[in-house]
């Protein structure tokens, strides 16, 4: 067994999984509805990018679950949860490191999943 | 000791409650900074609208104090709690009732309130 | 039309109301399994009763509704939701006055109302 | 520019960073005072203890830090932000992988960090 300290892109996946957590788990739950999905989406997206490393965050609204909820359910609204939704988050770190990560729906299950790891040269990350 | 049902003001009043319950629930928490406050506040207003009886709600951001929170802090950003905010939400029920309720700042408190009960006489109610 | 100043068992429905809407979206969204539902709704009930005027917060689970979602669910959790909870809330005014609420399942909605409003004579209330 | 997908010890660290975020976004905000302070924590490592490779969850309440800011508020309670907390979280894969993460307040800000990345021998990780 060995102990060691993360590597930098080690880090950084950590830092993506703090903003998919944040970004499901403060908003899991809002009232939503067709008409309103769409400035949550935007919400999210801004609230998210303020962490840190965040370069950016993109929340596709799937307005056809959302519609079908909406026609099933017993209210004009439902509760905000990952089957509306899916999400892509891209991290980064100055020495030429990005990650790129993921929520789609897999088996009824909002899965997130780190995508890529993209190692720039120091060149292509100079003008950052 | 007398026990009863609610009247409908009563009933009211209790909607009017929830929807401050949820508003500042739900989002107390979120990452807010100046650029990206005003996105959130819209996506509050979209959302506690959702729920029954909810004829309007209003978030206004308090700019000054959140761009002072976030000079004194460690981050460019800061945790959305009740002193950024000011809100009022107005419910109303068919028979021509409206509940005017209001969040403001009191003492370092978050101070949520009934202002106004609002009984209309049947013919003003009818045209809505 | 009149406008009017709350009263007293108005003024304690919208704290009510808080108190439900505080409860609902601080929790929902949590991740929940028969296992560790107990825990949840101990500390939902002690988070809540702090809040002004709670007296007293009941949170039952209900382990069937709970145990058929996992078997149904991708996991071995879910998360909360109000079909999975019955919730009873007593809020109380120092002038004797008292006010319960309660939130079941109604046509698959978790409606939330006010069942008593509970005035006390003056003496009843000396002792509090 | 190298695109590559993640490594076991990349993914289990992302993974490690949606249970920091969930736990501290889900849970952000709830009223808390000394009292009730234990019952949340527990809550809290039970909840998060459900999610998919989460070995374990160990909440800490600072709770000198707890009782001075509820001494310094205007009310009984104060909402719970990570000023009031020390998390320790361990997630693992079954091949032999295991990420040690923590939350500790640094600066005036909770920083979250990955503290350990723990292999265990070399042949069982080589399989994946």
Redesign the interface.
Known sequence: ???????P???L?????????????????????P??AD??A???E???????HCRSVTVDVRHDELEAAVAD?????V?L?GRFLEVEIVVDENEGLE?V?RMEMD???PL???E??????AG?ASDR
Chains 1, 2, 3, 4 share one sequence.
């Open positions: 067994m060995s102990d060691r300290d993360p590597t892109a080690e880090a996946c950590f830092e993506a999984g703090i903003k998919f957590g944040t970004l499901y788990h403060q908003f899991a739950g809002t009232p939503v509805s008409a309103s400035s949550l935007t919400a999210m801004d609230a998210i990018e303020n962490q840190p359910g017993a209210a004009e609204y509760e949860t990650v990560t088996g009824g299950y997130m999943t780190v890529t790891v993209r190692e720039t040269s292509d």
